[in-house]
């Protein structure tokens, strides 16, 4: 019924359609490959979980409560100016600190540090933290989240690489942080 040229021209057309279809999936795999398998191929590097510098122990005055950013040690090329962490640094007395992640704990909108006041306030909810981070009123159920750190050197540095935690955290690698 049907003559040699149009089954061959068919099969040809079928052939050439599996061997396209073939190149698409292909070219789906491999990016959906490298995003299943990127945990085992990229490996956590050394710097995952890491004691990231503040700054001077001078740069924060006794007494005062500054912002301060630190470099996400777990970045990507792509991350750019999101590698850069803010976080609140306040200087108790001494070397004794404590260093609050910049987010409420509440629904995680930035808080802002107001010196006249005393007051962490979250614009988002009217959360409102005492300066030591504890919660003072509005919806979020506890303090601001600390960041375990140390003053080594004459720098602050907190662990960075993790999520903070509320209030002092547990030792890390054997050591103490300075807010337990």
Known sequence: MFDKVN?????????LGMVFNGLVASALAVPVGRYLLSSVTR??????????????????PEGET???TFKNPNVTPTDGE?????CWVRRVEGEQFQVFAVNCAHLGCPVRWFP???LFM???HGG???RDGSRASGPPERGLFEYP????NGLVTIHAGELPTPGPSAALNGEKPSCV
């Open 149 to 152: 750190h140390k003053v080594d």
């Open 116 to 118: 006249q006041s005393g």
């Open 82 to 86: 999101t590698a850069q962490i803010p």
């Open 66 to 68: 500054r912002l301060a």
């Open 122 to 124: 979250c614009p988002c």
């Open 43 to 60: 490996g956590r590097s050394n710097s995952y979980l890491s004691w990231v510098s503040l700054g001077q122990v001078s740069d924060f």
């Open 7 to 15: 089954d061959s021209r068919r099969g040809f057309l079928v052939k």
């Open 128 to 130: 409102v933290y005492y």
